[in-house]
């Protein structure tokens, strides 16, 4: 089992930075993806940024150029760092991990709150 604890969550005004951060604990051996996830209120779970090992990150088309991901494998965990934020990033973030032992596993942490308001 893989454990995901998300911090860095809050209320920001719009053109504002906060910084997301997650840590993986437990059976981490083998991750394979690691990245975020959101889910706005009656909207579905989307996308937001995603690095598999040994690959380059891959964003949303409605974040690139404001939010940048970052894995550091020797410490488990995985941070977005978000700029530029527009009232239409409000959300619940998701750390994401995936894992092939000995089929697919995928992981998420419990959210953390991203509001972005006057």
């Known amino acids: 089992q893989v454990q995901l604890v998300e911090s860095g969550g809050g209320l920001v005004q719009p053109g504002g930075s906060l910084r997301l951060s997650c840590v993986a604990s437990?059976?981490?051996?083998?991750?394979?993806?690691m990245g975020w996830y959101r889910q706005a209120p009656g909207k579905q779970r989307e996308l937001v940024a995603i690095?598999?090992?040994?690959?380059?990150?891959n964003y949303v088309d409605s974040v690139k150029g404001r939010f940048t991901i970052s894995r550091d494998n020797a410490k488990n965990t995985v941070s977005l760092q978000m700029s530029s934020l527009k009232p239409e990033d409000t959300a619940v973030y998701y750390c994401?991990?995936?894992?092939?032992?000995?089929?697919?596993?995928?992981?998420w942490g419990q959210g953390t709150q991203v509001t972005v308001s006057d």
């Open positions: 994401y991990a995936d894992k092939f032992s000995p089929t697919w596993n995928i992981y």
């Open positions: 437990g059976t981490i051996f083998g991750i394979n993806a």
């Open positions: 690095i598999a090992s040994g690959s380059s990150a």
